[in-house]
């Protein structure tokens, strides 16, 4: 992730760790050098999930554009450099060439490529594809996403929400969220 961004002219880094933090700490400083690079700590990774980490993030990012990865995701930098220069503040990448089941966050759009819907429960049928993990989050919508997930973590029942749970809500608020689709691309 980091070679791809850093192809992609992004060199400034927040990383949010949890699972063998000193390790991967480590590894980036070590490998890494010159870079900068946040290390915000999620003690409680056991029992959080993408929101969580997301929300422990908002003092580093501050208000600031940024791009979201989830830390599984593997993905051919083309992806990242059309995500970079498209010209829409808020935008999900989505593969439409995946079988839609439980285990995937879906998105539903209308016909301007505008998010509808997002998440897990989304019914397959409807959906376009794939949220695959990677977003770009615009300055003035960082605040709003930042105070959302805090609002949504007040509630221990949240804890486990991914970080689309809080796009979902949002988009119900009329922040707008559009998709790339970046179908036959790995």
């Given at each position: 992730?980091i070679r ?6 992004i ?22 050098r010159?870079i900068?690079?946040t290390?915000?700590i ?8 993408t ?11 501050g208000?600031a ?23 829409q ?8 060439d ?7 966050v879906?998105?539903?759009t ?10 897990k ?5 409807l ?13 003035k ?7 959302e997930?805090?609002k ?7 804890l486990?929400?991914y970080?689309e749970?809080a796009y ?15 179908t036959?691309?790995?």
């Amino acid at each position: 992730m980091i070679r791809n961004c850093l192809s992609c002219g992004i060199s400034q880094f927040v990383l949010v760790l949890g699972h063998r933090a000193d390790e991967i700490k480590q590894f980036i400083d070590k490998t890494f050098r010159g870079i900068r690079v946040t290390y915000v700590i999620n003690e409680r990774y056991r029992d959080t999930n993408t929101g969580y980490s997301l929300m422990l993030a908002a003092p580093a990012i501050g208000a600031a554009e940024f791009i979201k990865f989830d830390a599984d995701v593997v993905f051919d930098v083309k992806i990242l450099c059309q995500l970079v220069d498209i010209d829409q503040p808020n935008v999900l990448c989505i593969d439409r060439d995946i079988a839609l089941e439980d285990e995937e966050v879906k998105v539903i759009t209308d016909d301007d490529m505008q998010v509808l819907e997002v998440g897990k429960d989304v019914d397959p049928k409807l959906a376009l594809g794939e949220s695959i993990g990677i977003e770009k989050i615009s300055a003035k919508t960082g605040p709003l996403l930042f105070a959302e997930l805090a609002k949504m973590m007040e509630n221990y029942a949240n804890l486990q929400d991914y970080c689309e749970a809080a796009y979902a809500r949002l988009a119900g608020q009329g922040v707008v969220f559009r998709v790339l689709d970046i179908t036959g691309l790995n």
